[in-house]
């Protein structure tokens, strides 16, 4: 079946700077790769998302990249600020109609951004 | 609009009991998946419903199991509780279910979550 492996489990980067997070999967089927913030406390958010028709999709600070050649993805974050603290979740699915379709998670990161 | 409801909050209780967890989506959507989060661990994939029927399910023992009711809300139910199966149990719903759409986009509410502490 599908497998999300996702890295760094923990980020830790100065305010301003930027993070990147990287992503692999394993099903060559997966067509659909959204991304979930979780603050503490909180239930996961979708903040971003890319189809496997396109290579990079930007959403002001924060932006997707797609190799689907080497099945990984990665999510940017440019200009980051306290309120990005949070942990981030990729996610994989093939969107086809029938039993093996479901959307997978990585592990997830934390991200802390130091002040 | 109201968001994905789960309920109860909270449950306690004991090894080798039953917990029942409940789950309402967002008005118009039939999809639900439930998630378990273990503290400080990922969302692993439980169960996957849609239009009543139980269409997948994650890597979890049969003592893991649901339903989906006529009205799309669903029930988690886990059996023979072990001390393991404390966790966040988290409900979402999708308006677009896999295949149904040209998107083939399953963009996920999540609810606040269950969290079950067995002692």
């Known amino acids: 079946g599908e497998n999300v492996e996702q890295h760094p489990s923990t980020l830790s980067v100065q305010e301003g700077d930027s993070a990147v997070i990287k992503c692999t999967y394993s099903?060559?089927?997966?067509?659909?790769f959204p991304w979930y913030k979780q603050e503490l406390g909180k239930r996961p958010q979708l903040i971003i998302d890319?189809?496997?028709?396109?290579g990079e999709k930007k959403d002001q600070r924060i932006a997707v990249t797609l190799n689907k050649t080497a099945k990984h993805f990665s999510l940017h974050i440019t200009e980051t600020q306290p309120e990005d603290s949070a942990v981030y979740f990729c996610?994989?699915?093939?969107?086809?109609?029938?039993?093996?379709?479901?959307?997978?998670f990585g592990s997830g990161t934390r991200l802390s951004i130091r002040p | 609009e109201a968001g994905v409801t789960q309920s109860p909050t909270h449950l306690i209780k004991t090894r080798g009991q039953q917990a029942t967890l409940r789950c309402s989506p967002i008005?118009?959507?039939?999809?639900v998946y439930w998630y378990q989060q273990a503290l400080g661990l990922g969302l692993q994939f439980l169960l996957w419903?849609?239009?009543?029927?139980?269409?997948n399910r994650g890597n979890f023992p049969p003592r893991f199991s649901g339903r989906q009711f006529p009205n799309y809300s669903s029930e988690l139910n886990v059996n023979a509780l072990e001390l393991e199966d404390s966790a966040l149990y988290l409900c979402?719903?999708?308006?677009?279910?896999?295949?149904?759409?040209?998107?083939?986009?399953?963009?996920?509410?999540f609810g606040a979550g269950s969290r079950l502490t067995v002692l």
């Open positions: 979402a719903s999708s308006h677009d279910s896999p295949g149904r759409t040209i998107s083939g986009a399953n963009v996920l509410t």
């Open positions: 996610a994989a699915s093939n969107g086809g109609y029938s039993s093996a379709s479901k959307i997978i």
């Open positions: 419903y849609d239009e009543g029927e139980e269409r």
């Open positions: 890319i189809r496997s028709n396109v």
């Open positions: 008005s118009g959507h039939t999809s």
């Open positions: 099903d060559s089927a997966s067509n659909y």
